[in-house]
DNA sequence: TATGAATGAGCATTCATTCAT
DNA sequence: TATGAATGAATGCTCATTCAT
């Protein structure tokens, strides 16, 4: 019956927004606690549902972060093969990828960190070992997989951006895996910033700052 | 008399082995499960000593992950220094510095990881508020200051040498501080690198790379 | 709705039932081990229900000690303020006093005696010094002045009643505060008669003797 | 040899005098903290000798205790029953312990109320059942009958002038006994009084106060 | 003998997760 | 479906007591 197929749209619609609720909510949670530090009662406090509720939704605490970290590495990678595709010179896309990469760590806060840095955590939850390649002992999940083949998009997206910048002459011939890697250590070491900051950076200027360093360097150049 | 100075003498150096032992063990316990999921008892089965005796030797579990960041920075500093004076070009200073850090880093495993990582236990454990420039509420604590007295000591030294790079000639006019803001950034981040590394790199290599990227940029220099 | 009312009834009534089956089971164990003995271990399993439902209940075991205590000295007031009013003799009410007082300490059993005399876990718990007079050094419990208020309130019933009898010339003419300050010690050290009492008095035999001594004294009076 | 002798003689009043150092120390600390919070840390603290040390004095915490209380006891008999034979009238020799009670309890600060009060503890320690006449269930302990004997010396003795005072005609046909409880009752319960004292008495005040209302009471005699 | 060091057993409290309604 | 209630398994920390010198 149509009305029926209605009924359950609406309530299909309304799990889908209450769990998007709940998403939210532990992202801020997560952010200003860290994983291990944040309680399923907090993130029940923020999202004002119920604990038992968050665990309908959620198999557990760790499920829910997962789905974070997921969320947001999807984003990102729509994001960064959308840029590596534009119609542009390689540096004007190295540039915008900057960009975009600052204002996302800005905006996604601490999760990215808690994600590269609460490494124990995170092979629990992920059942990845991040350092030692190592593949989950328990079988349950085969979430890593799904992870990597995201990062692995993302890095080889701007990896082909650098080489078709050496290839147009635009970048002088580098391995364009290891200038990917630098300029990935730059925006993650710059995100990370530690508890040292004077000044404080708008996106534009980091932007600016980073792209600088990473096209010329600090030596100077003979001319 | 000489036979109770001896027998002092090597207690004492006895304790002192053991709390180094201890420290040992737990920057070990720390480096695997981060500081919220690391438990005493891991770090007093790692030290072969019981739990009772690690609060033998420190007051808590903040202030034993606290003695290990403060020590991991005393002797960061002190070789950063000890480099920053070298009889040598800035260029050369700066790759000294950025193979000492690379290997520091890697020696110190996940300390500094965590350090910078776990934000929310760290507020706690040191009293500071990393984020926000924020200094401690209860005065308990004078640690921060001290930290932020090291970090500072060691960003000087690094601008220092960048300033003599560019008052010399070796480097373009830029702003010291900021170079020494992207160095920083591409080393933590060089060493936070993510989920992706076919390839490992030696530590000679990873100097090779930062150093190279560094002073030289992407882009390629008209000649 | 009247059914949800009704399960909301029920779940309140539940709730409240819960509260006082563990203030109980807590008042018991307390009344055996005292404050620092009895472990909230020994509570859970007197009520039969989880450590952590306990804590579901009470935020801390000093918090439930101390609403064992605030529930006693309420009801003592209520009854006492109640017989002080009564339209009677002063001797009469007095009497009345000494037999409440008597078989409420009994049915109390060591809550009183614990309050009394675990001093110093009674100035962390209430955060008031019994000894020194001492408002709490820390504010955030405002409970110690609820405690003296009540206290007083008791004393100062009392105390009425002996003026009302001097007034009325059934007493002689002494302090009346002095007299009270005479009636409460020989009540409590009559409780908390030491370990040496052949026989057993009930609480009328009780009533009895106090009375009888604090009315007559020992000295034969001429006559 | 005599001088082994003296040197023996020495050593064993050198024990004496620290083992008596040590009890004044735990002394104190019980006093201050009641016998559970009390910690063997506190004592050797405040004995300024090692915990190690106060072990080969005594075998355990209540073994220290419990010589205190014996001590007390001890000195508390042999006053009275001092005091008892006085050629004095019985008023007198009443008035004369009330003195002493009083300011021995005063003097002995908690420790009296300890010994009363933390009824669990006194169990373990004593291996008595104060409340419940229940002799001691693990043997190793042959201490309470010794207690037991002090307190009814005790007791008699103040029985025996109470007695004499009413063959004397002094104070009028009581049971002795209930009496001396009541004199009792009102010892303890005067020196244990409660957090509400807006006077403090002198010893020589309290004693004409409880000597005052003992022999005469609160009742008008017509004369 | 005196003591610094070591520890097992415990304790209050927390939290992810499950259950019953 | 949503949730208040319940709990087992930790976890940081303490302390009476023992050990080794």
Known sequence: MKKNDLRAERKLQRKRENKKFILEAAEEVFSQKGYSQATVDDISDEAQFSKATIYR???????LFSEIVMDSFLEARENLLRISKKNQSAAERVEEIIHFILSYFRSKKNIARIFLMERSSMKQILG???????????????????????????????????????????????????????????????????????????????TELVYSFFLNGLKKTKD
Do not use: T, W
């Not at 200038?179 to 730059?186: E, F, Q, S, V």
């Open 128 to 206: 990845m070992d991040i350092d030692n390649h190592v593949m989950p002992i328990d079988s349950k999940q085969h979430i890593p997989d799904d992870y990597l083949k995201i990062i692995k998009d993302i890095f080889e997206a701007m990896c082909k951006i650098i080489q078709e910048g050496i290839d147009s002459g635009e970048f002088r011939e580098v391995d364009a895996r290891e200038a990917c890697l630098i300029l990935g250590a730059m925006l993650r070491g710059f995100n990370f910033k530690g508890p040292l900051h004077e000044k404080e950076y708008s996106i534009e200027q980091s």
């Open 57 to 63: 939704y959620f198999n557990s605490k760790s499920d």
